[in-house]
């Protein structure tokens, strides 16, 4: 048997990693050349190219305005919401960012300082992360649907030095005002902002603080251009919070020059896309999908990249998303299993497909949840193209496992992401640290070090960083999932190992959800678990336990208590379900049973844990469960 292209460049990856990553970042532009492709000095810390200098936005526009793309579209804003479609060419959108990197500097912000953007999905959203990137401040996008409550947490974090916001956002027909939930955000942190600058939209005018705020285009008329600032390679771009096991969220930092890296190479690679080409990720630039292939790699790469503000169903109809492919000449869409749920919910047969020509639509890339495949088949029949399904997180920032496209594509199965990508060394153990046979369900895990373009660290915080992902095994990453290796060598993601769900492709914590639930006054105890749903991959469901002497009812304080986590977490959260119960099954040591409760809720077989407390109440949880409809009968 001939060994595949994918095959070789792999193997060469993983034995040769200096060699293999050294050549692949001549696809970047440096500054200064590094000294080391991997500086393993400070292990568990691996740093990328140390010594080598860079700049993001520089990679991202600069470069290509410079090499002959100045009038290629770089960024197309469509948006079905405001009835609006903008499009920027290379040199537009360079001289943009270049503006408003001189607003932020205007402002005081330098280089290592921390710039929070909290907006829609509008155009604006990506010039203040790349004008951050310009010069070398450091951004953290904070997306749209949180509440002021988990702003407030990231400012308290990574404590910026500006804000950048919009007066508002638009879910379908809702105009949702920004300016109200910072204010909030800020009353509530201790740490302040010296500034905020606030894009006035024509659906809502936000109120200004004297002194503190400022308004967009007023300071882009006065501000003149900013160079690019060289950083280094090890310096980070960005921090993204993202949900762990408790309500903190952890502060994911990506540095500059192995993330730019990884994401040049993985657009030839993994997406098989070639510069110049339309490629579109619906998703949000608030997730580690928008911050990726929404905006750095399409642009590190020459590609045109696509800012949709609207959704795949509602905005008007479940043709949304073949609009937008036609009528921009989409060549690869990505985004997650839920969006194409949503088009197969409210249009099986595919019957709006057939108004719109997408000859020129090659493939589509699934992620950030389980795609069951059913979804996958669906859209592969109506599509008539590859759909692909890849596996990764927020902490890698590009993928972990694919078909690699653009390596000449493997046999597909679906439910399988397919193989690791280069760079990545996969493998399950078992508890105690043993890789276990092929087929057999344990921890997957990744042999350090990871990747370019993976974490660092978390920030300013590399104890955590140790705790969540390098301690349970020496030598090795901890994804937080669960799954196996086939005797084909295809990787089989199965489950989270830890407290977060994945609701609507958006990695949420139970933790947060139990936090919030137990500030309110008459619970005693709660238990949030994810059940599994046949549109949102998983739904939160609360067990409340009241304190005793409680004698409102039931009905009203469980609605408090969902108004009370979509106030503290945000309507993303989508807790909408809650159930009083007498007790929690918990271990005689005191451990609440979630798993078990999980499954009882879904209906899946399940064992009686022996170190159960009062197999009794088991019994009291399926027959409230039963009274909300669970296990679903469909
Ligand atoms: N700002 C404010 N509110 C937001 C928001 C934002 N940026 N994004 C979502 N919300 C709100 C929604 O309006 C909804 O509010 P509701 O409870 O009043 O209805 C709530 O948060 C839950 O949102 P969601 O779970 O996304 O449900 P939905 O019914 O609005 O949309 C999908 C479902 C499938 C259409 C949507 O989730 C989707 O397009 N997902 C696929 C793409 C994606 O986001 N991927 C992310 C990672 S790749
Ligand atoms: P996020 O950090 O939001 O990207 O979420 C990452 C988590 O989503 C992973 O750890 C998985 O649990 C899940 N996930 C992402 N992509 C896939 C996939 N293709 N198959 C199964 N689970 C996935």
């Known amino acids: 048997m001939t060994t595949s292209q994918y095959e070789k460049v792999y193997t060469k990856s993983i034995e040769d990693p200096e060699g293999f990553w050294g050549s692949v970042a001549e696809g970047i532009h440096w500054d200064r050349h590094w000294d080391r492709v991997l500086d393993d000095s400070n292990s568990p810390f691996y740093h990328w190219f140390s010594g080598g200098m860079l700049n993001s936005c520089y990679n991202a526009l600069d470069r290509h305005v410079e090499g002959g793309r100045a009038e290629q579209l770089a960024l197309i804003y469509d948006s079905p919401v405001t009835a609006t479609i903008r499009r920027y060419s290379y040199r537009e959108l360079r001289d943009e960012v270049a503006r408003f990197a001189g607003v932020l500097v205007d402002q005081g912000v330098g280089k290592g300082d921390r710039v929070i953007v909290y907006m829609p999905m509008i155009a604006e959203a990506v010039i203040a992360m790349l004008a951050c990137a310009r010069i070398g401040a450091v951004h953290s996008v904070v997306f749209g649907g949180f509440a002021a409550n988990e702003l407030a947490t990231r400012i308290d974090d990574c404590k910026p030095k500006a804000i950048v916001t919009a007066s508002c956002g638009i879910e379908v027909k809702r105009v949702i005002q920004y300016k109200p939930l910072l204010d909030g955000a800020i009353e509530t942190a201790d740490h302040k902002p010296d500034a905020c600058i606030i894009l006035q939209r024509p659906q809502v005018q936000a109120t200004m603080i004297e002194g503190r705020d400022v308004d967009w285009e007023q300071a882009m008329g006065t501000a003149t251009a900013a160079d690019c600032v060289s950083v280094a390679a090890t310096d980070p771009l960005y921090i993204l919070y993202t949900s762990g096991t408790t309500g903190m969220p952890k502060g994911v930092v990506r540095d500059n020059g192995g993330h730019a890296v990884a994401l040049n190479w993985s657009m030839s690679a993994i997406y098989d896309v070639k510069p110049g080409e339309v490629y579109w990720a ?31 169903v509602g905005t008007p109809d479940a043709g949304a998303f073949w609009r937008v492919i036609s009528e921009h000449d989409v060549n690869v869409l990505f985004t997650a299993p839920t969006a194409f749920r949503a088009i197969k919910k409210e249009d099986p047969e595919g019957k709006l497909l057939k108004n719109y020509d997408l000859s020129g639509f090659r493939s589509l890339f699934l992620a950030g949840e389980r795609c069951d495949p059913d979804t996958l088949e669906w859209a592969q029949d109506q599509l008539g193209v590859p759909v692909i399904d890849h596996w990764w997180q927020t902490e890698t920032g590009w993928a972990i496992a694919s078909n690699c496209m653009g390596l000449g594509a493997l046999p597909f199965k679906a439910g399988s992401p397919t193989k690791p990508v280069a760079g990545y060394d996969v493998q399950v153990l078992d508890i105690d640290g043993h890789q ?16 370019p373009g993976c974490l660092p660290t978390l920030w300013k915080n590399d104890e955590r960083f140790i705790s969540s992902y390098l301690s349970t095994y020496e030598g090795f990453y901890l994804t937080g999932d669960a799954g196996f290796i086939d005797d084909d060598g295809y990787l089989w993601i199965m489950s989270r190992i830890d407290d977060v769900i994945n609701v609507a492709g958006h990695r949420l914590s139970t933790g947060a959800m139990e936090e919030a639930l137990s500030g309110h006054t008459d619970v005693a105890e709660c238990a949030v678990i994810g059940v599994e749903d046949s549109f949102k991959g998983q739904l939160p469901l609360g067990f409340i336990v009241l304190k005793s002497g409680v004698e409102r009812s039931d009905e009203i304080i469980v609605g408090e208590l969902i108004q009370r986590v979509r106030q503290e977490i945000g309507p993303v959260a989508a807790f909408k379900m809650a159930t009083v119960v007498n007790r929690l099954p918990k271990t005689r040591s005191g451990k609440i049973l979630r798993g078990t409760m999980k499954s009882i809720a879904d209906g899946t077989e399940h064992r009686v844990p022996a170190t159960i407390d009062d197999p ?19």
């Open 282 to 312: 619906a998703s949000d630039v608030g997730w580690v999908v928008g911050h990726s292939y929404i905006v750095y790699a399409p642009l590190f790469y020459g590609c045109t990249t696509l800012v949709y503000e609207g959704k795949p």
């Open 436 to 451: 276990l046979p092929n087929s057999e369900m344990g921890n997957i895990v990744i042999k350090l070090p990871l990747p």
């Open 616 to 634: 009794v109440i088991l019994v009291e949880i399926a027959t409230s469960l039963h009274l909300i409809g669970y296990p679903k009968q469909d």
